[in-house]
């Protein structure tokens, strides 16, 4: 006989023993719904922090390359140039001018045409200034592309760089090189445009249109000035309106013995730079137009410096070379092409790109800084010129 209590009792203890299993089922459950979730979530964070350090990488080399690259390929034009929003239109206006025979070279072969939208004889001054190099007789000519209507920049550099003439002894002369506004204003702008001229004798125009694609032309319509209006200047150097100039560390460089009268070009040295090829990509430059993917050695645009020989040389070799609106790559394709080789400065690091700011010691010793503003430059000049040693 089962006494009904045991009975009872066992039941109870059976009750427990399942009631203990299912629990322990449910936690067995709970630990393996917590182990995946962890691992998810451990796996989640490996991935992410992997992928966005690579990402990171890639994000800051690229904003380096781009800030590099647009030093590299660019001049320096106001904001209002800097991006231009029909690059790909006049691009394909450009590629569309290829083809079509033109009668702009009587001799040129008609399907020659196209390769001389750079040539700079296909331009005619609208403004020249051609006493000024008879009358100075300059040992430098400072040439600055700048955009027409900047002329917060060209008076900033009229007051600091520009502004001597004479620097140890040698004559300095500085202009300025612009194309045709093609903005709205165009006759007030250039009615202004004649009276600061006749205050100042220091601008250069030509009757190409002031595009930020037009650069090239900018460049080569500065080289054949120099070479018919100024031959007798010993050096030039094409420096951007945001360019801050240590003058007298320039003169000096000149003056170094071992310099080269001749052939001579030199700045901040580009090696093997790949060319551009993404079509949203401003310094974008189609295969049509430059097949290699890298450029010759050049020196970077922000300014350059070369003997007075080489202008004449660049304007001919230029007949025979494509243009791409990438201006001084493609004055380093003049230089492959006249078989001359770019030359390093004596003292590299005088020529710099990026400044973290304005350091008094580190100014009195450089030949070049990319400025963010003319402000700047009137600022930094003025603290640089100020009594007492620099470091
Ligand atoms: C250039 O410097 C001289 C003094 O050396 C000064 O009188 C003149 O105003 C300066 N020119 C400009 C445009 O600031
Ligand atoms: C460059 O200048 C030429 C001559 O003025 C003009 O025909 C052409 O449209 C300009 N190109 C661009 C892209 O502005």
């Given at each position: 006989m089962v006494d009904p209590e045991t009975v009872v009792r066992v039941k109870w203890f059976k009750r427990q023993l399942v009631d203990k299993s299912i629990h322990q089922k449910k936690s067995f459950f709970h630990f393996w719904f917590q182990f995946l979730l962890l691992l998810c979530l451990v796996l989640f964070v490996l991935f992410y922090t992997l992928s966005s350090s690579s990402r990171w990488e890639s994000f800051s080399l690229h904003k380096h390359y781009q800030r590099w690259f647009s030093r590299t390929n660019?001049?320096?034009?106001p904001p209002a140039y800097?991006?231009?929003?029909?690059h790909k239109v006049i691009l394909n206006e450009i590629q569309q001018t290829t083809s079509p025979p033109s009668t702009?070279?009587?001799?040129?072969?008609p399907t020659d045409?196209?390769?001389?939208?750079?040539?700079?004889?296909n331009y005619h001054f609208t403004?020249?200034?051609?006493?000024v190099c008879k009358t100075m007789n300059p040992f430098l000519v400072l040439m600055v592309p700048v955009a027409p209507h900047n002329v917060a920049a060209r008076d900033a550099i009229r007051q600091t760089?520009?502004?001597?003439?004479?620097v140890q002894g040698k004559v300095v002369l500085t202009l300025f090189m612009l194309g045709l506004?093609?903005?709205?204003d165009v006759e007030q702008l250039q009615e202004r445009l004649k009276q600061e001229n006749l205050q100042h004798h220091d601008l250069i125009q030509s009757d190409?249109?002031?595009?930020y694609l037009n650069l090239t032309i900018k460049t080569m319509v500065i080289m054949d000035w120099l070479a018919?209006?100024?031959?007798?200047?010993a050096y030039a150097m094409k420096i951007d309106s945001d360019m801050f100039l240590n003058i007298d560390n320039l003169l000096i460089m000149l003056q170094?013995?071992?310099?080269?009268?001749?052939n001579y070009l030199t700045g901040m040295l580009m090696w093997n730079r790949p060319v551009v090829r993404?079509?949203?990509?401003?310094?974008y430059v189609s295969e049509e137009l430059y097949p290699d993917s890298t450029y010759p050695t050049y020196t970077l645009g922000m300014g350059y410096v070369f003997s007075n020989d080489l202008p004449g040389k660049y304007v001919e070799i230029s007949k025979s070379i494509k243009p791409f609106n990438i201006e001084d790559a493609y004055i380093g394709m003049c230089m492959k092409k006249l078989g001359l080789e770019v030359t390093s400065p004596p003292?590299?690091?005088?020529?710099?790109?990026?400044?973290?700011g304005y350091n008094r010691c580190e100014y009195s010793k450089v030949i070049t800084y990319i400025l963010g503003s003319s402000q700047e430059l009137v600022k930094y000049w003025t603290d640089l010129k100020k009594p007492g040693p620099p470091c």
């Open positions: 660019q001049i320096n034009l800097k991006v231009h929003p029909k702009v070279l009587p001799t040129v072969a045409a196209y390769y001389h939208q750079a040539y700079a004889r403004m020249e200034n051609t006493e760089w520009g502004n001597n003439s004479l506004s093609s903005g709205a190409f249109r002031d595009t018919t209006r100024c031959p007798t200047a170094k013995p071992g310099i080269p009268k001749t993404s079509k949203n990509s401003k310094w003292d590299p690091s005088q020529f710099r790109a990026y400044n973290t």
